[in-house]
């Protein structure tokens, strides 16, 4: 093999293993988790599950939060007309920096049946990161208000991170034990593009970091034609 075929066989290898190790390292993480809740209720305690997720999307220096609950934690033992009760919620931070973020959701659009689980809105928050660097999202005490009363439901099954994703404080918070900068994973190069911005699903994610990795490739094969056009002046 020639030195012209062994150069370019070597850039464009590692270009593709380039390529290879961005779409390995997704920017976000995300999982429908089981929330097993104790509630207080006027009428004593109760207990439910609910699998639980917590979507993030970036709205300039800060993510706005959404936990969405896809089965009932509560019922009535009489109706609830409609807009007669009230959800809210904290979703736990955790990692670079552990704080409580409140969320909340519309009343109930519709009456609720006597005895009935309490289908639960999606509630939303918004987060601006203290600190930069790798956080987790997990649900906390849900509360639902409604005729006067109030039902206080905790996670009781110590429930793992729905959500997992590289946050950059608002002027490049350091994370614990760093020494500032950007932060996060992006980069000090992906501090005002859409590349940084966190994706919660792991398809977005690979769509995001694929487009990368192409940008990668092409930078390989134009040093690839670098190489080929300067080993041609030479011998010319």
């Known amino acids: 093999m020639s030195d012209r075929k062994r150069s370019t066989a070597l850039a464009l290898a590692s270009a593709l293993a380039g390529s290879a190790v961005l779409l390995a390292a997704p920017a976000a993480r995300a999982a429908v988790v089981d929330v097993s809740y104790d509630c207080k209720t006027p009428i004593g305690d109760k207990s439910a599950v609910s699998p639980i997720d917590i979507k993030a999307v970036k709205d300039g220096a800060a993510y706005k939060l959404t936990m969405s609950f896809q089965k009932g934690v509560s019922s009535s033992p009489i109706e609830l007309g409609k807009g007669a009760m009230s959800p809210s919620a904290v979703i736990l931070v955790g990692g670079a920096e552990k704080v409580s973020v409140?969320?909340?959701?519309?009343?109930?659009?519709?009456?609720?049946?006597?005895?009935?689980?309490?289908?639960?809105?999606?509630?939303?928050?918004?987060?601006t990161p203290g600190k930069s660097g790798k956080v987790t999202f997990t649900a906390g005490v849900l509360t639902i208000k409604a005729m006067g009363t109030t039902t206080t439901c905790t996670p009781g099954n110590s429930p793992g991170p729905s959500l997992e994703l590289d946050v950059t404080a608002p002027g490049g918070g350091a994370p614990p034990g760093g020494s500032g900068g950007s932060g996060g994973s992006g980069g000090s190069g992906d501090s005002g593009g859409d590349a940084s911005l966190p994706q919660t699903g792991p398809m977005d994610s690979a769509l995001a970091l694929g487009t990368l990795g192409g940008t990668v490739l092409l930078s390989g094969a134009a040093g690839v034609l670098w190489l080929t056009r300067r080993g041609q002046r030479a011998r010319s």
Do not use: F, K
């Open 102 to 127: 409140p969320v909340s959701g519309p009343p109930n659009s519709e009456a609720v049946p006597a005895n009935t689980p309490i289908r639960i809105t999606d509630l939303s928050g918004t987060y």
